[in-house]
């Protein structure tokens, strides 16, 4: 990592970072910096260029920090495909599923005098706590 | 620097002889847990000997073996079927829906409990969290009432919690008439003063550590005198300083619940909730245990969120249905983030089936949902957490203490 002029170079290999590393390193810095990355055939360069001029320290700190998401993100896309054939077989059903909501009441649905009594007892508990307010 | 341990002198081990695990070194012990949740605490020589392979003569046999942790005898079935008892696919829906009930209007009120009782969960809790309940009293009267009618049509037990300041003696007793308990929120500072009666009667307390809150056992007895039942501690500040702090005084207080066991009606809701061993057990995981809902009508994936971030707002009550839940891009998130088999530190972590941090926290303090653990306070905290619970675990009057909390560790 060089500090340039108030920028942080950084060159990163491909084998290991991929540019989807790269836009969550960026994206972790949000609007306190803008990262510009050129793409050569083994590696990326990449200039973190701090909205703010910062002091050393501080460029430095914002590096790390893109460093730190950008590889945390590489480790993270790894154990997820690793792991992919267990979390499938759970998620899937789970999601394909939905998430099923209870049913009408069967009493509402077969006694209709049961539906509207419940109604009633509720525009009777509304009326009740408008009259506190 | 890793939140993982590792041996000086990694331990010989024989192909075959022990079943996958995790172990963490705690102290002169060696913790292993499977990832059914399955765990024994080693010494370091029996731990040599599991990995360098038990005879059937050795006296840690039957205890590895019944755990699951012999891979020469080990029971596929029994894992398949608490595999299954644990997964997602056993997950019946959010149980526990908290309220924000302050500037909520009636309208908005009556349309959140029906939502709620949408969930097919079978048993809700419903938990009313408000600044002053004089201000807010319409609306908390008639949540209870509609929720309670709610419950008895369903036929499902509805809990319900109160959380916000003390109100008068009527609605105090209209309250506990209608089974609803009380939680407090408390900041401990220095000791306690066990003479002076607090002003306040609850069940339940979230006790926030300030940064001098000192002697841990006292402040256990302190709970028990006033009639405390269920605490959840928290740390001053979800950081380095505050995480090291709240540590030390967790310690504390869990040593004082073990040695007061028998006498004690104090229930750590850390423990209850972490060794539920589920993730939609895991007190506020967002969407699998807990749905908040605004003044608005908002439903939010959690508390946490609900205070924190518009992004993992879900919808609006009567215009979401909860069924639709399940197609929103934020809930696919916060499931995937909150599974530990995708986050890289918990795939090998011995806590990996007792703990995740739930993705709005991590949203909040490491701003995505995803989070960092190796840098973050959150799992720094709950790791702090289970190591001191299991540390105490080869202790009989913990397995006791667990009992009585209906905590199944066996």
């Not at chain 1, 990592?1 to 920028?7: A, C, E, L, P, W």
């Not at chain 1, 499938?88 to 049913?103: I, N, T, Y």
């Not at chain 2, 590792?6 to 075959?16: T, V």
């Not at chain 2, 205070?307 to 993992?312: E, P, Q, S, V």
Request: include cysteine; glycine fraction near 8%.
């Amino acid at each position: 990592m060089k500090i340039v002029k108030g920028s942080v170079l950084l060159k990163l290999g491909k084998p290991l970072y991929g540019a989807e590393a790269l836009a969550a390193g960026a994206l972790t810095l949000g609007t306190r910096a803008q990262v510009f990355v050129d793409e050569k055939k083994s590696f990326f360069s990449v200039e973190i260029v701090p909205v703010v001029k910062s002091p050393q320290a501080q460029a430095l700190a914002l590096g790390g920090e893109f460093l730190n998401e950008a590889l945390n993100h590489e480790y993270r896309q790894r154990v997820v495909r690793a792991n992919a054939p267990l979390t499938q077989a759970v998620f899937s059903p789970l999601f394909a599923k939905g998430f099923p909501a209870m049913p009408a009441d069967p009493l509402e649905e077969l006694e209709p005098q049961v539906k509207a009594d419940r109604a009633r007892d509720l525009e009777e508990l509304l009326m009740q706590a408008e009259n506190m307010q | 620097m890793s939140k993982l341990t590792s041996f000086d002198k990694p331990p010989k081990s024989r192909a075959g002889a022990a079943a996958p695990h995790q172990y963490r070194i705690l102290g002169r012990r060696v913790l292993i847990t499977d990832e059914l949740g399955r765990w024994a605490l080693l010494t370091r020589p029996e731990y040599d000997r599991f990995l360098a392979g038990l005879k059937p003569s050795d006296p840690l046999w039957p205890l590895l073996q019944s755990r699951g942790f012999l891979a020469g005898a080990f029971d596929f079935d029994a894992a398949a079927r608490r595999q299954f008892e644990r997964s997602l696919l056993s997950w019946k829906g959010p149980a526990s829906h908290v309220i924000l009930v302050e500037r909520m209007d009636l309208a908005t009120a009556r349309r959140t409990v029906e939502f709620i009782f949408r969930c097919p969960g079978p048993q809700l809790t419903l938990e009313l969290v408000f600044q002053d309940a004089a201000s807010v009293w319409p609306v908390l009267w008639f949540i209870v009432q509609y929720a309670r009618r709610k419950g008895e049509w369903s036929r499902r037990p509805v809990f319900l919690i109160a959380r916000g300041k003390m109100m008068s003696p009527d609605q105090a007793d209209f309250l506990r008439s209608h089974g609803v308990t009380r939680s407090v929120i408390l900041e401990l500072d220095g000791k306690p003063d066990m003479k002076t009666a607090p002003d306040f009667r609850a069940q339940r307390a979230r006790a926030r550590l300030k940064p001098g809150a000192a002697e841990p056992r006292a402040w256990a007895r302190w709970f028990e005198k006033w009639g405390l039942e269920s605490v959840r501690l928290l740390p001053s500040s979800l950081d380095e300083k505050g995480t090291a702090a709240f540590l030390a005084f967790y310690g504390g207080f869990l040593d004082s619940l073990i040695e007061d066991g028998e006498r004690t009606n104090v229930r750590d809701e850390w423990a209850v909730g972490l060794l539920g061993g589920r993730l939609w057990n895991l007190p506020g995981m967002d969407v699998l245990e807990q749905l908040a809902y605004g003044a608005d009508g908002r439903v939010f994936s959690s508390e946490t969120a609900a205070t924190g971030t518009a992004a993992l707002a879900l919808g609006t009550v009567g215009e979401l249905r909860y069924q639709d839940i399940a197609r929103l891009p934020s809930t696919s998130a916060v499931i995937a983030a909150a599974s530990p088999d995708n986050q890289p530190l918990c795939s090998q972590c011995v806590y990996r089936a007792y703990c995740a941090v739930p993705p709005a926290l991590n949203h909040k303090i490491q701003g995505h949902v995803w989070g960092q653990t190796p840098s973050s306070d959150a799992c720094t905290l709950q790791m702090g957490i289970l190591d001191r619970i299991f540390g105490r675990l080869d202790d009989e009057k913990m397995l006791l203490l667990l009992g009585k909390w209906c905590v199944d560790l066996t």
